[in-house]
């Protein structure tokens, strides 16, 4: 779909996007190219701040790509305005000191370091140490496992360091990769638990393969497809249409219960 | 074998190990960290050695041998910080993630050094004075060992514990430590990673130039090609060890000294270059990420 559709989309929003206030991310025209492959098709939408936009399509849409080149960890093209100032030519490392945290897909946790030194190449942030104290209120399990190597952790917990090593950033925006992703179902209860606890008044871009997850966390929404945005609008008007959701994403409400979405 | 023997062959191969691990532990990092395949690593080794022996050679004003060995010490541990930083900062830094170009502009390096130093000092080995007590021999188990290897051991397993130390207990460790597991996943926690590899290039330098200074010792001298021979043995020892891991080269850089010098002494002079080529490619067939190495990511 044109990035018209979802700058309109996204410009008309409903009421609760105007409380929330000029976007903290504005994205025009993003085209990717991995190796020979063109996997997005100029991608334009925008993140309201404090909110939790759910970035969603079915696999291989171009999800991970898009969070990769908002970080500059592969190249893009178009134009992305991060708080007010272009992030054009500006590196990885100074966007992210700008504000922006990150939550990997596959969690990339240091294995080799221990849980406490994974939090401590965190700990740099302005205020650090007083988000470390809640941090480990909300993944308790990272304070009594300090000493392990990260490598040991399982899935779950490999996940709540990831997660607890972005918390640990005075961030504007966080985006979280896929955090339920591997995970055992009573894990995903957990994390899900963890993550609404967690991005509480933060803003958030989060992708998520699985719709009921997406739900409980998101109040907006972006469908990508073939490498362009789709659809646009609230979580809530994209699942009120089951068989729109069910085209854009090969999952309806009505059996999210399978592959798609268990929980 | 007796024991006199034994215990000579394992000094002089533990003093061969600590040369090893000297210009290897560099040049582990700098791949492990960089994916930098650095072939110049060998010319920070000859400037090491050259430092020392023109030291030794042109400063008789310092008449103590001791004081003036610890000079040149200095001076070429110095001259190999800069050296290591001055590859990265004006040749290396230009072209990360391209392999190709990488190696040849470190071959080119390289081989220009090595055509430097022939050509302003002469390619014929040169040798240097040592302080008085490293000529002197130890008894150790009935066997006459010469203070110089046990000095070269010393200061080995001394630089050793450091480098562990600041791996281990500093923030640059830190960041290079995670860097050599995930350099990207640094950069997105906002680290200028960058830094350290200029950091480490100059650690990396300084430490093949130390390597150089004993390296002159133990073969008692040096020659132009010193360090490019000394670099064919230090890959060998990083790939055995595993990349970007400095136990594992040191670990690696035992096993390669003394089995050369044992089977050397053995089978025959040359045998052990030989056994430990085959050692090489035991590793890659068995344990292809090295003794302590990460499986690739």
């Known amino acids: 779909m044109p990035a018209d559709h979802a700058r309109t989309a996204a410009a008309t929003h409903g009421p609760d996007r105007s409380i929330g206030g000029a976007p903290i991310l504005e994205v025009r025209d993003l085209d990717v190219h991995r190796g020979e492959a063109h996997i997005l098709h100029g991608v334009s939408f925008d993140v309201a701040p404090n909110r939790v936009t759910a970035l969603l399509g079915r696999n291989g849409v171009g999800k991970t790509t898009t969070l990769l080149s908002l970080l500059a960890l592969l190249p893009s093209t178009g134009e992305v305005v991060f708080d007010g100032d272009p992030l054009s030519g500006v590196p990885t490392h100074l966007r992210v000191q700008r504000g922006i945290a990150y939550v990997p897909e596959d969690r990339e946790v240091f294995s080799q370091l221990t849980v406490e030194e994974n939090l401590r190449l965190a700990m740099s942030w302005e205020g650090a140490s007083e988000r470390l104290g809640l941090v480990h209120e909300v993944f308790p399990e990272l304070k009594r496992r300090e000493s392990q190597k990260a490598g040991s952790l399982s899935g779950g917990q490999q996940q709540m360091l990831s997660l607890g090593r972005a918390l640990l950033h005075p961030a504007k925006l966080l985006l979280i990769d896929e955090p339920t992703k591997g995970l055992a179902p009573i894990v995903i209860t957990e994390v899900v638990d963890a993550l609404q606890q967690a991005t509480t008044d933060a803003t958030v871009l989060l992708v998520e393969q699985n719709l009921r997850v997406a739900e409980e966390l998101a109040t907006d929404a972006i469908v990508l497809d073939e490498g362009v945005v789709a659809w646009s609008g609230t979580m809530d008007d994209l699942v009120a249409d089951d068989e729109r959701t069910r085209g854009l994403l090969g999952v309806g409400r009505a059996t999210r219960g399978g592959a798609e979405g268990q929980r | ?297």
């Open chain 2, 1 to 297: 074998m007796s024991l006199q023997v034994f215990v000579l062959l394992s000094v002089t191969g533990l003093g061969l190990a600590g040369v090893y691990f000297l210009i290897a532990s560099g040049l582990s990092l700098i791949f492990g960290l960089m994916d930098v395949l650095n072939l110049a690593h060998g010319l920070f080794f000859t400037v090491g050695g050259y430092a020392t022996w023109w030291v030794m050679t042109r400063f008789q004003w310092i008449e103590s041998l001791g004081l003036r060995f610890l000079v040149a010490f200095l001076i070429a541990t110095v001259l190999g910080l800069a050296v290591g930083w001055a590859t990265e900062r004006f040749f290396v830094r230009r072209f990360y993630g391209d392999h190709v170009t990488q190696i040849l502009i470190t071959l080119g390096i390289s081989l220009a050094g090595v055509a430097l130093v022939g050509g302003w000092f002469s390619y014929d080995p040169q040798t240097f004075p040592v302080p008085e007590f490293m000529r002197q021999v130890a008894v150790i188990a009935g066997a006459r060992i010469p203070v110089s290897r046990l000095l070269i051991l010393a200061i080995s397993v001394v630089l050793l514990v450091g480098l562990l130390a600041v791996l281990r207990r500093t923030r640059h460790g830190l960041i290079i430590r995670a860097g050599v597991e995930n350099r990207q996943m640094v950069q997105a926690m906002g680290i200028d990673v960058a830094k350290s590899f200029t950091l480490v290039f100059a650690v990396g330098g300084g430490l093949a130039a130390i390597g150089g200074i004993l390296g002159g010792v133990f073969f008692a001298g040096v020659t132009p090609e010193f360090g490019l021979n000394m670099l064919i043995f230090a890959f060998i020892v990083v790939v055995i060890g595993g990349l970007g891991s400095v136990e594992g080269t040191a670990l690696s850089a035992v096993i390669v000294g003394l089995t050369q010098q044992f089977v050397n002494f053995f089978a025959g002079a040359g045998v052990g270059d030989l056994t430990v080529v085959v050692l090489l490619a035991v590793t890659l067939l068995l344990r292809p990420q090295g003794l302590l190495g990460e499986v690739a990511r």
